[in-house]
């Protein structure tokens, strides 16, 4: 309760302050008018500061905007001087009155609760008193006056776009008055604009009975112009009585001023995730001949990676790779039933010791069902991998006994299938990657052939694993570099269990990169295809970007973004591995963000 001994001062939640303390001699008597003020305001507000900013002008208030739970209050003292809305003390009611365009609102101090157009409800979050300053909540307040509000993080501030009523309309309705129309404005963040500069347009259209509004239809509200000129927008709403407005139109000027070209503006604005699609000749102008970024490398070989992905598409039953481990490993397999009837394709493994136990642990894991789309099945299995989700699994066998590690659903044909698994053994066993027939059990293989290298990757390698730490801080001109060229990024090099041959994985499928990227400035983050189709996530500061979000990309068709920083973030943490079903190489490329 506030006791009207007190001095008091009226502030409302999320605008400017009011101005003017309330003596208790003058409370009984004290009102404030509407002020003038312009007809279209920008303010910004600053939590604990009392210096606001309203149109460019300089503004000091008695108390500043205060953050609470998330949630931006501000002073109502400040109303009438802000948008003109009258705010009045009544002593005898101990409440403070405030008359705006849609609604009466009475706010009872000794109470807590709010009279609107005289039906009472508490007051909740929506307001709070703070050294005896009532303030509202700022988004809850912009219902009844008409202007938006936006907290801008980066900035630190609140902004808040106001157009003031038309001089005609009733200043508050309550459910008596008659239908009349909606109310349709806009505001825009400047005077005039730059070529490639961002618009940003501001609807604060209303319906003075109250009723929320239906639709908006707008006309020429273009996000960038790359033309200078004086371009007419405007905006038309409906109300859920199906009234419309009268058209509302504004000119926006943009001035013969380079700010961003049409390639730029994507790079600067379009949000993270996003495919931006671009002709050849422009990529290549942007995106090609740009310094190549070095990086210092590391390769363990403490988990060695046995591939089997030959013959990719099999016709017939058979082992289609085998190979020992005792200790870490990582098994990775793509392939395709080629032939004309249902099959199945399993993992098997195998206790080589006489006497002892065996134990198989799985500790990380990504796998797709056999499915017809062979450049999408990749994504699936390493989205689940980079992840990391699933619980640690084990099995346990005695000496020499062989069973099935793991076992796909069936495989019909023109299926493909993806796996990866990362695996831990304390004594020596044999994995063996198996196409069968449908009936067939895991007694039936004493004849399975071996089937024959047709090509792709096959083969135990040395690591499964690269490292990459990059140093961008001195990046000021777009810069990249290839994952999957060969020649920069080296093809991890191996052994073929079945050929007895040296072997060599193009592409580095089943090979994880954890790339470092050491004080990037403000920069974009993007993927360029250059080998081919291409789909495959990444793990950005342990968030998945799917590159891109729906469907494929091609080479030179477009590229994606995958991160944007500010220039305060001490690294870039990226991680990825080859999609099967994607082709190689790509660029990483950084593009700087100058200070526009």
């Known amino acids: 309760m506030i006791s009207k001994n007190k001095s008091f001062i009226l502030c409302l939640g999320a605008s400017l302050l009011l101005g003017a303390f309330v003596s208790q001699q003058h409370a009984a008597a004290a009102s404030t008018t509407a002020a003038a003020v312009p007809e279209h305001q920008q303010m910004f507000l600053y939590p604990l500061e009392k210096t606001a900013y309203s149109n460019g002008v ?73 050294e005896n300053r009532l303030y509202l909540d700022i988004t809850w ?11 801008n993080k980066e900035l630190s501030r609140m902004e808040l776009q106001y157009v003031k009523p038309s001089a005609d309309r009733t200043l508050f309705t309550n459910d008596a008055m008659p239908n009349v129309k909606p109310v349709a404005k806009f505001a825009v963040d400047k005077e005039a604009y730059r070529i490639g500069e961002p618009i940003h347009y501001t609807n604060i259209s209303y319906d003075p009975k109250g009723t929320a509004l239906k639709s908006s239809d707008w006309i020429g509200n273009a996000d960038v112009i790359y033309t200078p000129g004086l371009y007419k927008v405007s905006l038309t709403v409906q109300d859920s009585l199906g009234n419309y407005s009268e058209t509302y139109s504004q000119n926006i000027l943009v001035l013969d001023e380079p700010y961003l070209n049409e390639f730029e503006h994507d790079v600067y604005h379009a ?63 793509t392939h395709v039933n080629g032939t004309d009837r249902r099959m199945k394709f399993a993992i098997l493994v195998r206790n080589l010791n006489p006497d002892r136990e065996v134990k198989i642990k799985t500790t990380n894991q990504g796998e797709v069902y056999p499915t017809i789309y062979a450049n999408l099945m990749g994504n699936e299995p390493t989205i689940d991998f980079l992840q990391a989700r699933g619980e640690p699994q084990s099995m346990v066998l005695r000496p020499q006994e062989e069973a099935y590690y793991k076992m796909m659903p069936d495989f019909y044909p023109g299926q493909g299938m993806n796996v990866m698994y990362d695996v831990e053994t304390d004594g020596d066993v044999l994995f063996s990657f198996v196409a069968m027939e449908h009936e067939d059990h895991i007694n039936d293989l004493t004849h399975y052939p071996k089937l024959p290298y047709r090509g792709n990757v096959r083969g135990t390698f040395s690591g499964s694993e690269v490292i990459w730490n990059i140093d961008a801080s001195t990046v000021k001109k777009p810069s990249s570099f290839a994952i999957g060229d060969g020649t920069s990024d080296q093809f991890v090099t191996g052994f073929d269990y079945f050929h007895k041959e040296p072997s060599l994985n193009l592409g580095n499928y089943g090979v994880v990169y954890k790339i470092h990227i050491d004080a990037p400035p403000a920069v974009s983050v993007l993927v360029l295809p250059r080998g081919g189709v291409f789909k495959g996530p990444f793990e950005v500061n342990g968030r998945i970007i799917q590159v891109p979000a729906s469907g494929v990309m091609m080479d030179y068709q477009g590229y994606t973004i995958i991160a944007r920083t500010n220039g305060t973030e001490k690294s870039i943490d990226l991680e990825f591995s080859p999609a099967s079903g994607s082709a190689f190489p790509i660029d990483i490329i950084l593009y700087p963000l100058d200070k526009k």
């Open 58 to 130: 300089k503004l000091e208030m008695q108390a500043p905007l205060v953050e609470r739970e998330g949630r931006h209050y501000i002073p109502a003292v400040e109303l009438p001087g802000l948008f003109g809305t009258p705010v009045q003390w009544n002593e005898s009611t101990g409440s403070v009155q405030i008359t705006t365009p849609k609604v009466f609102l009475e706010a009872s101090l000794t109470e807590q609760s709010f009279f609107i157009n005289g039906e009472k409800q508490p007051w909740g979050k929506n307001a709070l008193l703070q």
């Open 141 to 151: 307040l912009e219902q009844w006056i008409a202007f938006h509000s936006k907290f």
């Open 271 to 333: 949000p993270v995730g996003t495919y931006v699609r671009k002709e050849e000749a422009e990529l290549r102008k942007y995106l090609r001949g740009i310094p190549q970024l070095e990086h210092k490398e590391q390769k363990p070989t403490d988990r060695p990676l046995i591939v089997s992905d030959s013959p990719e598409t099999f016709e017939g039953k058979g082992f289609l790779y085998q190979e020992k481990v005792n200790g870490k490993a990582r098994l990775y397999a």
